[in-house]
C-alpha cells in the first residue's frame, strides 16, 4: 500500500522560481492537507481541502496556492519561491468513517532549499 | 485558538527506563488529541488516538497515553525504552470544521536513549 506519496522527495530552488509539490493518496480519503517543518518548530498547516473542490487556509497560507485536481491529488504551488520557504513539507490524508474522523497519514515530505 | 505545549525540547533516558512525555494543549470543547513519531528523514507515524471514553488509550510500540481533562494534559507514557524509540514525539490536538479536522501540533520533543 502506498498511502500518501509525495514527489519530488529534494527540490532546489533559486529566489523567485516557482513550483509545485505534487501528493496523491490512494486511500479515498475525503480530507487532504499541507504542512511545513521547520526546526523547533513542530509541523504548521499551510493549507487544507476538507473535500474534493474545496480548499481553505491554514495557519500559515502567505506566500503558497493549492490545488484539489481530484480526490486523490491536492498540490501546493509556491509562486515566487523565498528563502523563508526553506523547509520540510508534508502532505497528509484523512477520512471521516460513520461520523468519526480517522488520523491523519502523512507522506515522506518533501525537502525544499531556496538560494 | 487551539494550542498544545510540549515543555521538554530534549529528553535523555537510558534503554530500559521508563519513560513519560509531557503534553498540554488549550482547546474550548473536547479534544481529540494525538501523538505521533517521527525518526529521522521520515513521515509522521500516529503512536495513539484520543477520541473520547476511556482515558487510558493504548498505542503501538508499547506506548500508552492518559488524557487529564482537569489538568488539559495527554502525556505519553512507555515503562521501559528501547533503542529504536529514539525519535522525535509530536503532540497535537485537532479543531473539527465542516467534513474535516485541522491539527495543531506541539513543538516536539526529541528523545535520546542511551545504550
Known sequence: NAGVTQTPKFQVLKTGQSMTLQCAQDMNHNSMYWYRQDPGMGLRLIYYSASEGTTDKGEVPNGYNVSRLNKREFSLRLESAAPSQTSVYFCASSSLNRGIYQPQHFGDGTRLSIL | ?115
Request: aromatic residues 14%.
Open chain 2, 1 to 115: 485558538a487551539q494550542s498544545v505545549t510540549q515543555p521538554d525540547i530534549h529528553i535523555t533516558v537510558s534503554e530500559g527506563a521508563s519513560l513519560e512525555l509531557r503534553c498540554n494543549y488549550s482547546y474550548g470543547a473536547t479534544p481529540y488529541l494525538f501523538w505521533y513519531v517521527q525518526s529521522p528523514g521520515q513521515g509522521l507515524q500516529l503512536l495513539l488516538k484520543y477520541f473520547s471514553g476511556d482515558t487510558l488509550v493504548q498505542g503501538i510500540k508499547g506506548f500508552e497515553a492518559e488524557f487529564k481533562r482537569s489538568q488539559s494534559s495527554f502525556n505519553l507514557r512507555k515503562p521501559s525504552v528501547h533503542w529504536s524509540d529514539a525519535a522525535e514525539y509530536f503532540c497535537a490536538v485537532a479543531r473539527s470544521g465542516a467534513g474535516s479536522y485541522q491539527l495543531t501540533f506541539g513543538k516536539g520533543t526529541k528523545l535520546s536513549v542511551i545504550p
